[in-house]
C-alpha cells in the first residue's frame, strides 16, 4: 500500500533530522494517513478511501465527497478517486 493520499495526492516529504551538534541524517516526513468511509449523496453509496486527515478536514469544509471531488484536479486524484468524481458527473448530467 503506497503512503500517497487518494484525494490530495500528498506524500511522503524529505527533510533533515538536525541534532544539537548541528549534525544532519536524512528522514522522511510521512503524510497522516486514515482509512475513511466516504458517502456520495449524488450516487447514494459510499466509498472506503485512504487519505490524508488535512484532505478529511477539506471534504469537512467543502460540503462533502461530492462537492470536494467537483473543486479537486485530476492529476491529484488517484485512478479510484477519479472513477468515483466521473460517476457522480454522470449521474448528474442524467438527473
Given amino acids: ?3 500517497v493520499c487518494e484525494l490530495s495526492g500528498k506524500g ?3 527533510g533533515n533530522n538536525v541534532s544539537h551538534a548541528n549534525n544532519k541524517t536524512k ?3 510521512l503524510p497522516n494517513l486514515t482509512d475513511v468511509t ?6 447514494g453509496q459510499s466509498f472506503k478511501l485512504r487519505i490524508s486527515a488535512a484532505a478529511l478536514r477539506s471534504v469537512d469544509h467543502r460540503g462533502g465527497l461530492d462537492a470536494y471531488l ?5 492529476e491529484e486524484l488517484s485512478a479510484k478517486a477519479l472513477k468515483i468524481k466521473k460517476d457522480i458527473a454522470k449521474a ?3 438527473a
Avoid: C
Avoid at 466516504?38 to 450516487?43: A, R, W
Avoid at 467537483?70 to 485530476?74: L, P, S, T, V
Fill in 12 to 14: 511522503p516529504m524529505v
Fill in 27 to 29: 528522514r522522511r516526513f
Fill in 70 to 74: 467537483a473543486k479537486a484536479k485530476d
Fill in 92 to 94: 448528474q448530467a442524467a
Fill in 38 to 43: 466516504l458517502q456520495s449523496d449524488v450516487l
Fill in 1 to 3: 500500500m503506497s503512503r
